[in-house]
């Protein structure tokens, strides 16, 4: 199994109920397909770098997952056929990349090693 980060940006018209119901529909689709969901993180609403189909916000979402390779096909036809997905990117995460997400999660200062003499 393999960790992922999946960013998607859905279309900023959606009520606060399908929003949820959006990050609902992915999450349950990676456990459906022997994935693992390790962290979702809705950032909301945010101001896009530039337009996309004359948006200029956009909803974001951050989902992390450790799931088998051959989910992120299944995953990408989902969100391509979903006309709410503006754009998504899923990421292929290295263990340094897992370590620093978890010690962000949890406070620690990822750059702040304690040694002691």
Do not use: C
């Not at 606060?16 to 962290?39: C, I, R």
């Not at 989910?71 to 503006?86: A, G, M, S, T």
Request: hydrophobic share 35%; glycine share 4%.
């Amino acid at each position: 199994m393999m960790n992922y980060e999946l960013m998607v940006i859905f279309t900023p018209v959606l009520s606060e109920d399908e929003y949820k119901a959006a990050q609902k529909k992915f999450a349950d689709l990676v456990k459906e397909n022997g994935g693992n969901v390790t962290h979702e993180n809705p950032w909301g609403l945010r101001s896009l770098a530039y337009p996309i189909r004359k948006k200029t916000t956009g909803m974001y979402l951050v989902l992390e997952y450790s799931a088998p390779s051959d989910l992120n096909e299944k995953l990408k036809i989902q969100l391509n056929r979903d006309e709410n997905v503006l754009r998504h990117m899923i990421t292929a995460l290295d263990k340094h990349a897992v370590e620093y997400n978890n010690r962000k999660r949890h406070g620690v200062n990822a750059e702040s090693k304690t040694t002691e003499a």
